[in-house]
């Protein structure tokens, strides 16, 4: 073996059995690394206009203005979602399960409309099994949400080490993004044009993703909270929450919390919430999508609906809520590896290289 080939090889040993032992080492962090991986994407366009003004002439205020701006502008309002949402919803399932919330009156009602409707005219509802199907979930529902905020409290000091962690991948790969890009171009063996457009895609897609998926969900559940409140829906901010959280699935989104609950307020006799709950997801919200996707989401940056799916319900099984995030990243860069090799390597013809310009949609 030549002596270039034998060193070459003995690193390479070397190097993949302490890429395992710092896997093993980091593996309680992953989540929060790559979920601060990614937030470094995101908020890079960000950092890059603030570094621009001319008032700003030191990367560290560039990068500590870019922290500022991500939690005013999400971080607060998503905790204070998060914790009406939780409030409202033990409420919620406390009110239905309470021993002085005639259940059983409301279903009489609701039965005695769909009774009117030709089709369901004959049918027998068994109202007593229909009550405690639907009491058995929410109770279990109700003991989900006391176990999570009992979690929550329980794991604070886990919360402040994956804060610490995530505001130190901030500090440091903000400002250092592109020399780090520069740095390690070495260590990968591509043609450094190709390189390039690879790297500089899927920062462009994950930046979409994020974009395309969360950004819309919460602009369209937000304004569905809107036609909530005009309706006089009750808890109204539980709702909507669960609206952004329904909105993230393609095709279907919201119509699965708006249509069931504008059916149900007319079949019960509030007819004009009703009405309003429905024109206001069919003849407003729904559009929202339409309007915002081409402006947020270039067309390079598509991923297939169905793997978006995929890659969430994968996500969300194999580590939890935080696996909607990078579910996402891991199949925007399985994609685009795919792309990739397709375009340059897959024919035995020189690849023909074309850059990808990164755009900043923010």
Do not use: C
Not at 94 to 120: C, H, K, M, P, W
Not at 337 to 357: F, Q
């Amino acid at each position: 073996m030549p002596p270039l080939l034998r060193r070459r090889t003995f690193f390479g040993v070397l190097f993949l059995i302490i890429i395992v032992m710092v896997l093993v080492l980091i593996r309680p962090y992953i989540s929060i690394i790559l979920f601060s991986l990614t937030m470094v994407i995101v908020l890079r366009p960000i950092y890059s206009f603030i570094y621009s003004l001319k008032w700003v002439k030191r990367k560290g205020l560039a990068t500590f203005l870019t922290i500022v701006a991500f939690v005013l502008i999400i971080a607060i309002p998503v905790t204070i979602l998060v914790l009406v949402t939780v409030s409202q919803g033990k409420q919620l399932v406390n009110d239905i399960t309470a021993s002085g919330f005639v259940l059983e009156d409301y279903l009489n009602n609701l039965i005695i409309e769909i009774r009117r409707i030709e089709i369901f005219a004959n049918y027998e509802f068994d109202q007593v099994a229909f009550s405690e199907d639907i009491r058995e979930p929410l109770r279990n529902v109700a003991n989900w949400l006391v176990t999570t905020v009992i979690s929550i409290g329980t794991s604070f000091p886990t919360l402040l080490i994956n804060l610490f962690l995530f505001l130190g991948f901030l500090i440091t790969l903000l400002p250092a993004l592109d020399d780090i890009n520069r740095r390690e171009r070495d260590l990968i063996p591509l043609e450094s044009p190709i390189l390039d457009t690879y790297l500089t895609k899927i920062q462009l897609m994950i930046r979409s993703m994020f974009l395309g998926i969360f950004v819309i969900s919460i602009v369209q559940g937000l304004a569905m909270g809107v036609f909530y409140i005009l309706a006089g829906v009750p808890y109204a901010v539980f709702w909507t929450a669960i609206s952004i959280a329904f909105s993230i699935l393609p095709l279907v989104g919201i119509s699965l919390i708006a249509l069931p609950m504008g059916i149900i307020l007319i079949l019960t006799g509030n007819i004009t919430s009703g009405i309003i709950v429905l024109v206001g997801f069919y003849g407003f919200v729904n559009w929202i999508d339409n309007l915002l996707r081409p402006k947020l989401v270039p067309k390079g940056a598509y991923l297939h609906p169905m793997l978006l799916i995929l890659s969430v319900l994968g996500g969300l099984a194999f580590s939890g809520l935080s696996g909607v995030i990078y579910g996402p990243v891991i199949m925007i860069i399985f994609v685009t590896t795919i792309d990739m090799y397709r375009e340059y390597y897959a024919s035995e013809r020189e690849p023909e290289i074309e850059y990808v310009e990164e755009t900043n949609p923010t």
